[in-house]
Nanobody, 121 residues
Framework: QVQVVESGGGLVQPGGSLRLSCTAS????????MRWYRQAPGKERELVAG???????NYADSVKGRFTISRDNAKNTVYLQMNSLKPEDTAVYYC???????????????WGQGTQVTISS
């Protein structure tokens, strides 16, 4: 059994900052990719940022220079530091983990429940 729990969402004014956290727990052997996605009302879910086990990162063009993804492998936790937030960043943010669990072959996809981020004055 694996659980993925996000935290850190909320309401902030334009130009503000938020830090999202996501921790995976349970019978985990290793976590390969960790990513943040977001979905705004009426839009498809989109990739915001990703990070490999070795720390290689990638970002959506819309967040480059403003968001930073990082991870703590010892804690099975991924972070998303969001600065200079804009109203168009408003969305539900989801954490994704590609991980290996005890007793199961290969890597499996696990998603968090999502955390609401609202940017408004």
């Amino acid at each position: 059994q694996v659980q993925v729990v996000e935290s850190g969402g909320g309401l902030v004014q334009p130009g503000g900052s938020l830090r999202l956290s996501c921790t995976a727990s349970g019978s985990i052997l290793t976590i390969n990719a960790m990513r943040w996605y977001r979905q705004a009302p009426g839009k498809e879910r989109e990739l915001v940022a990703g990070i490999t086990f070795g720390g290689i990162t990638n970002y959506a063009d819309s967040v480059k220079g403003r968001f930073t993804i990082s991870r703590d492998n010892a804690k099975n936790t991924v972070y998303l530091q969001m600065n200079s937030l804009k109203p168009e960043d408003t969305a539900v943010y989801y954490c994704y983990n590609l991980l290996q669990v005890v007793g199961a072959p290969g890597f499996l996809d696990y998603w968090g429940q999502g955390t609401q981020v609202t940017i408004s004055s």
